[in-house]
């Protein structure tokens, strides 16, 4: 595997940072999650729009142009021989010495990797997920916005690992006003009396590229979509759930907390959303 470092495209094994680049020591650094369908990268301008808002918000000034990240991005995929695959797009700020302060880094590190990803097992995608509430709540806007993808996935981790604890693939992730922010590598969705529903960003959720292709599928199939505040109950008494990601795509969720959603199978309406989301990832994107 070729990964794309600094400009240049080492092997996998030559791929290192520095144990003084401040993403590894203080997780100061900002990421995407790419996806490659058929050729095309789905959604890139959207991912790097993304970027370069997580980096503004952390004061990291990236020193390459937008059409430089995406030939290389597309590089990468060329590379590695994929057409279809999964990218991840970080940038560190780089090496310093120690201390947080992030000016002792004078310049930032960029590495793109492109590879394979199945984050949930086939058969998940046609019954459904179980899903549960951890209690780790996710981290208040006001301390770090949950629309900054940067390195600091901790408060995540420790969500997965009580989701994992609970026999659970993916959980719920409330704000620590008790609703309902995201889960901890998706967004959420219900659908309620024929409306799609969804936290906002100032709930604690991550503005999903793939949540944002949610907006545009509904318009595209007729049906009403809007944010809202949810709690546990809006879930419980959803008629159909489904989370979204780039790793996960679109997945129905069938149970929360060992309680049935709707007629416990996947709904009509994620069905729709699914199959018009696996349409769209064909032939929107840039080509590579
Ligand atoms: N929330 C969190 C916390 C995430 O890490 C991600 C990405 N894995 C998402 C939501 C989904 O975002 P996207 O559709 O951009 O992948």
């Not at 900054?148 to 659970?168: D, H, M, P, R, T």
């Not at 024929?194 to 318009?219: C, H, N, V, W, Y």
């Not at 069938?254 to 416990?264: P, S």
Request: proline letters at 5%; charged letters at 25%.
């Amino acid at each position: 595997m070729k990964i794309y470092l600094d400009g240049k495209f080492v092997d996998q094994a030559d791929a290192k940072i520095s144990v003084f680049d401040h993403g590894l020591l203080y997780g100061d650094g900002v990421f995407e999650g790419i996806r490659l369908y058929g050729g095309n990268v789905f959604r890139l301008e959207e991912h790097l729009e993304r970027l370069e808002m997580s980096a503004k918000a952390i004061l990291m000034d990236l020193p390459w142009s937008r059409k430089e990240i995406s030939d290389a991005t597309c590089e990468t995929c060329r590379q590695n021989g994929l057409t279809d695959g999964y990218i991840r797009l970080v940038v560190t700020r780089g090496v310093g010495d120690l201390g947080l302060s992030p000016w002792l880094c004078p310049k930032p590190s960029i590495f793109i990797i492109a590879a394979k990803i199945a984050l949930y097992p086939a058969e998940h995608y046609t019954s459904g997920l179980t899903i549960c509430t951890v209690p780790t709540r996710r981290i208040n806007p006001a301390a770090l916005p949950p629309t900054v993808k940067s390195l600091n996935y901790l408060n995540n981790i420790l969500a997965k690992i009580e989701a994992k604890q609970s026999g659970c693939l993916e959980a719920i992730m409330l704000n620590d006003q008790g609703y309902v922010a995201e889960c901890t590598g998706d967004n959420l969705f219900v659908v309620r009396k024929g409306e799609i529903l969804t936290p906002s960003a100032s709930q604690g959720a991550l503005k999903g590229i793939t949540r944002d292709a949610i907006f545009d599928i509904a318009a595209e199939i007729g049906v009403p979509m809007r944010e809202a505040n949810l709690t546990r109950y809006d879930v419980w008494c959803a008629d159909e759930c489904f989370l979204t990601g780039t790793a996960a795509e679109v997945i129905p969720v069938v149970k929360l907390d060992g309680r049935v959603i709707g007629n416990g199978k996947p709904g009509a309406i994620t069905a729709r959303v699914l199959e018009a989301f696996r349409r769209r990832v064909l032939v929107e994107g840039t080509r590579i």
